[in-house]
């Protein structure tokens, strides 16, 4: 078992910055691929982005690419998601997710209880 807690989100005006923080606890946080999803109100969820173990692999969604920074630090079992030059189109809820293999599908096997932002215009 994983648990996995966020938090860091808030409200922020359209152009601003915000960091989530995914705090994991149980099996070994080195074992797993950590991923970022997120449910805007009326939409499906969606893929935001995620990294391997090791950080070697880093995968993001087109729609925050050159804006987000996924990364990660194993020695303190966290894993971050850094948001800049966020839009109104970015608020919704983020979740934090964890899988032993690294992919964009939300078949992930654990997941936190979501953290809300909301960017104003």
């Known amino acids: 078992q994983v648990q996995l807690v966020e938090s860091g989100g808030g409200l922020v005006q359209a152009g601003g910055s915000l960091r989530l923080s995914c705090a994991a606890s149980?099996?070994?946080?080195?074992?797993?691929?950590m991923g970022w999803f997120r449910r805007a109100p009326g939409k499906k969820r969606e893929f935001v982005a995620a990294?391997?173990?090791?950080?070697?692999?880093?995968y993001y969604a087109d729609s925050v690419k050159g804006r987000f920074t996924i990364s990660r630090d194993n020695a303190k079992n966290l894993v971050y998601l850094q948001m800049n030059s966020l839009k109104p189109e970015d608020t919704a809820v983020y979740y934090c997710a964890a899988d032993r293999i690294i992919t964009t599908t939300g078949s992930y096997d654990y997941w936190g209880q979501g953290t809300q932002v909301t960017v104003s215009s």
């Open positions: 990294i391997s173990w090791g950080g070697g692999r880093i």
């Open positions: 149980g099996r070994s946080f080195n074992d797993y691929t």
